[in-house]
């Protein structure tokens, strides 16, 4: 059995801290600290869709977040410049999201400073290594969607701990992440 150290959530769950923390604080030097992480990647989907009308419920399902938030996502960027909302010719009631002009240029250099920081986290690592890595995630990927996909059918903690003695600490611990 692997240490608590050795638990896959919590390495993935802490680097994805550092990167934020990373890229949080280039975007700050490069003054661009009013661009929260989601606001860049929501001004990301709309640049590499911008061909197309994007709406607020696209949103919702491409970051699978909900309604109220995606609202007040959208309310606070438009606020700051970097999206507005137009209506549709087929239906006025219709707003769809598109970038500002400062939308485009935060997009622009966002694209830089993420290019860097790829360019500086895979220093050291050979092209086999890196391979290996995104078969990895790939395959951890998957098994999260089966999980997901089988959520409804999901055994029991007694039926967890029926299977064998040695998972059961894991399952009793509170801080547990698989």
């Given amino acids: ?59 919702e399902q491409h970051f699978s977040i909900g309604r109220s938030t995606v609202t007040n996502i959208i309310q606070l960027m438009e606020k700051k410049g970097f999206v507005m909302r137009e209506s549709v010719e087929h239906d006025a009631r219709l707003k769809k999201v598109v970038l500002t002009a400062k939308g485009i240029q935060s997009h622009e250099l966002l694209e830089k400073l993420i290019e860097n920081l790829d360019m500086s986290l895979v220093e050291g690592i050979t092209e086999d290594e890196l391979s290996v890595f995104y078969s990895v995630i790939r395959k951890l990927a998957e098994n999260l969607s089966k999980q997901v996909a089988n959520s409804k059918n999901a055994m029991s903690v007694s039926n967890l701990k029926a299977q064998g003695n040695d998972r059961e600490e894991e399952i009793d611990d509170p801080n547990f992440i698989m």
């Avoid at 990301?44 to 869709?49: F, G, M, Q, T, V």
């Fill in 1 to 59: 059995m692997r240490k608590r150290e050795e638990r896959i959530g919590f390495e993935i769950r802490r680097l994805d801290h550092m990167l934020a923390r990373s890229l949080q604080a280039q975007v700050k030097a490069a003054g661009l600290d009013e661009v929260t992480l989601m606001h860049g990647w929501i001004i990301r989907y709309l640049y590499a869709n911008r061909d197309k009308d994007i709406f607020q419920k696209d949103m």
